[in-house]
């Protein structure tokens, strides 16, 4: 298999691997009342509308900042904000459409892309990654905090979701 082969089943494996976690992620939250989508244990956890802005804020900056050189926007510490600025519904649609726009900036990767230097977050910790390792970054991210709602989905609603194969009972 050539290299360009192997880039292009990289590229194409994360798209796939996003849009299933976003099918996930999304059929958490529409299971949830709006009061749910922002409930939280006290001030030091996040809500899942707080979960959803602050992956959409994440993407924005790696994929749509650092890959594609739109502005960065992000206001990190108001994805964590403790008062709710924006509905469920308001979130939900920002970060399925973030999604939407950060899969076709990453399919349309050529190989040769993938070892350039970006640096999406010059005042972060992680500073002058490849576009390959923030679209790694990214996969994996969203794929951490998916994990999360579905804990707090769980949790709130008192049972299994079966987002993969259904149990045995």
Not at 113 to 141: M, N
């Amino acid at each position: 298999m050539s290299q360009g082969a192997v880039a292009k089943n990289v590229v194409t494996f994360a798209v796939t691997q996003i849009r299933k976690t976003e099918q996930d992620i999304l059929r958490c939250v529409e299971q949830l009342s709006e009061a749910q989508v922002w409930a939280r244990g006290g001030e030091w956890d996040n809500s899942v509308g707080n979960l959803l802005l602050h992956l959409e804020g994440n993407m924005r900056q790696w994929i749509l900042h650092g890959i594609d050189e739109q502005p960065d926007v992000r206001e990190r510490d108001a994805e964590f904000a403790l008062e709710t600025t924006v509905t469920a519904a308001e979130a939900k649609a920002k970060f399925s459409a973030t999604i939407a726009e950060s899969c076709t900036v990453i399919a349309a990767v050529t190989p040769e892309r993938l070892l350039e230097v970006i640096d999406p977050q010059p005042t972060g910790t992680w500073r002058h990654a490849t576009v390959l390792e923030a679209i790694l970054l990214v996969e994996g991210h969203l794929r951490q905090h998916m994990g999360q709602i579905v804990v707090l989905t769980k949790q709130m609603l008192h049972r299994d979701l079966d987002l993969s194969m259904p149990r045995k009972r």
